[in-house]
């Protein structure tokens, strides 16, 4: 059984994912926290998670759609999170983030952005995800990461 598969059996994997959350609310004034991440999901056959994000006023341009600074948050932190498990809860940082813009999301809704770790080497993680409205489904972006073990 490979290292990732490991870190990826079901039990492990909402325990950790959890855990992580559970840190995240009580840095209350942090951006981690103020986006109000919540366990949508976790899939040790497809091994991906999903972290829910509702679409807050703050978060939102001129045009009451929400900023792709506050998309590309929302993916930096689910792929941290899934990062930060896959190693064993060490620190890991980004080193790249590339995000594809899609669809705009409207105030109101929530998203689900679901993470998927590609590979987990000894000093990088590669992680993929969409990003979709939970209301419909509709895909509004992708992206991938890239996160230095640290």
Partial sequence: MSRLDERMEQETLEKG?????????????RLDAMMQPKLAACSSKEQTITIEYPVLEWQLNYRDMMHGGAIVTAFDNTFGILAHHLNDMHTVVTVSLTVNYIKPI????????????????????????????????????????????V
């Fill in 17 to 29: 994912i959890s855990g992580i959350l559970s840190h995240f609310q009580t840095l209350s004034e």
């Fill in 106 to 149: 409207p105030k109101g809704d929530s998203i689900l952005v679901t993470a998927k770790a590609t590979s987990l080497g000894k000093k990088l993680i590669t992680v993929t995800g969409e990003c979709r409205l939970k209301s419909s489904g509709l895909l509004t972006n992708t992206a991938t990461g890239i996160f230095a073990i």
